[in-house]
């Protein structure tokens, strides 16, 4: 596989529940990002990992808990979320070398809260 | 402020013909980057075309150009020929700073391109 891949492309859960999201970047780069699109807002970053270590939380609530185990791994467990979570949650990776460097997509997952 | 700012939420272009999808960015800082990506229904968010703010050229990437006015502050994407698989959303985002570690991607609130047959 090439590229950034996530898993899985879509879910549903209810707010009890505690699921996780997994995207893996095949790219060989040292940063990962995890954002948020909900429908008619921007885009929004929540949480960034350079070389595996958390550089950036963007104030996201507790019930989002970002894991990055190594530099081509990086997972988003949810546990009782709210409606209002529903999104497309997205994640990126890039090299994170000096200067603003191009980061890459993967194809989202779609996560609907009931 | 906004930093980026994408003034057209929809933009209709018959197909073979040229667009172009407005982009405004604020900033003061001296070292940054432009970025378009392109977002099908699919959801997957392509990256296209990159312009840095030392680049003295304008970027291009085949069909994509990027119309880079440093002293206006904009950043607008032309894409030339326009086919009917163009037909998505654009987004103009930045990147600010050297220091990659502290560097922030703004996104704009993006632009929605049909391309007509």
């Known amino acids: 596989e090439t590229g950034v891949t996530q898993t899985p492309r879509h879910l549903v859960m209810g707010m009890t529940n505690k699921k996780s999201l997994k995207c893996e970047q095949h790219?060989?780069?040292?940063?990962m990002y995890w954002y948020k699109q909900s429908a008619k807002k921007p885009l929004e970053l929540m949480f960034v990992y350079s070389l595996e270590e958390r550089v950036e939380n963007n104030s996201v609530p507790s019930r989002f808990s970002p894991e990055c185990p190594n530099s081509s791994h990086l997972f988003l467990h949810l546990h009782t979320l709210q409606p209002e979570d529903s999104a497309l949650y997205l994640c990126a990776s890039s090299q994170d070398r000096t200067g603003p460097d191009t980061q890459y997509f993967g194809p989202g997952t779609r996560l609907t809260v009931l | 402020a906004q930093k980026i700012t994408q003034t057209q939420p929809g933009m209709f272009v018959q197909e073979k013909e040229a667009v172009t999808l407005d982009c405004t960015y604020d900033?003061?800082?001296?070292?940054?980057?432009l970025f378009w990506y392109k977002q099908p229904s699919s959801g997957e968010m392509i990256f296209l075309i990159y312009?840095?703010?030392?680049?003295?050229q304008n970027a291009t990437e085949g069909r994509y150009s990027l119309n880079f006015q440093k002293a206006r502050k904009s950043a607008n994407l032309v894409i030339s020929a326009s086919q009917l698989g163009d037909s998505a959303m654009y987004f103009c985002?930045?990147?600010?700073?050297?220091?990659?570690?502290?560097?922030?991607?703004?996104f704009g609130d993006g632009t929605t391109l049909t391309v007509k047959p």
């Open positions: 900033t003061s800082d001296p070292s940054y980057g």
């Open positions: 790219l060989g780069h040292n940063a």
């Open positions: 985002a930045m990147r600010e700073g050297k220091d990659t570690n502290a560097g922030k991607s703004t």
């Open positions: 312009q840095g703010s030392y680049d003295q």
